[in-house]
């Protein structure tokens, strides 16, 4: 079993950055895909980008991508998201996610089995 933990949320302006991290715990997540989602209030769970293991690709929508970073330390169980240039629609709670099916289609929230609880974050106009 994996437990997944968020921190890094908060309120920053639009134009403003910050980093989110997701720190694994119990059985390591070496060799499983990381992704990270999210979710605004009345809006569908969405894909934000993933990492794999094997190799390190990673992947972003569209609506990130240019934007945010993502990237692991295998060494520290950790993964993060460096979110640079935030928009107001960026507002939603964050959620990371891992999964040793997660690599089959990372973008995919029903391919992933552990899941943190969430962190807010805030864009200001």
């Known amino acids: 079993q994996v437990q997944l933990v968020e921190s890094g949320g908060g309120l920053v302006q639009a134009g403003g950055s910050l980093r989110l991290s997701c720190a694994g715990s119990?059985?390591?997540?070496?060799?499983?895909?990381v992704g990270w989602f999210r979710q605004a209030p009345g809006r569908e769970r969405e894909f934000v980008a993933a990492?794999?293991?094997?190799?390190?690709?990673?992947f972003y929508a569209d609506s990130v991508n240019g934007r945010f970073t993502i990237s692991r330390d295998n060494g520290k169980n950790t993964s993060y998201l460096q979110m640079n240039s935030l928009k107001p629609e960026d507002t939603a709670v964050y959620f990371c996610?891992?999964?040793?099916?997660?690599?089959?289609?990372?973008?995919?929230?029903?391919?992933?089995?552990?899941w943190g609880q969430g962190t807010q974050v805030t864009v200001s106009s």
């Open positions: 996610a891992a999964g040793p099916r997660a690599s089959i289609n990372v973008k995919l929230r029903a391919m992933y089995d552990y």
């Open positions: 990492i794999r293991w094997s190799g390190g690709s990673t």
């Open positions: 119990g059985r390591s997540f070496a060799g499983y895909a």
